[in-house]
């Protein structure tokens, strides 16, 4: 299974390895309540 990161925050964001490794390494979401926190790391 690849590896992925998600907000912990109600969007339920994710991005891939390669977008993470680009720069994608928070939440976008301003309505998020964990907007601009980081993603956590999913195997």
Same mark, same amino acid.
Request: hydrophobic fraction near 15%; charge should be negative.
């Given at each position: 299974?690849? #590896?992925?990161? #998600?907000?912990? @925050?109600?969007?339920?964001?994710? #991005?891939?390895?390669? *977008?993470?490794? %680009?720069?994608?390494?928070?939440?976008? %979401?301003? %309505?998020? *309540?964990?907007? @601009?926190?980081?993603? *956590?790391?999913? %195997?």
């Amino acid at each position: 299974m690849a #590896v992925h990161y #998600v907000c912990t @925050g109600g969007c339920g964001g994710s #991005v891939t390895q390669e *977008e993470y490794n %680009d720069g994608k390494t928070t939440c976008g %979401d301003e %309505d998020c *309540e964990k907007y @601009g926190q980081p993603f *956590e790391r999913k %195997d």
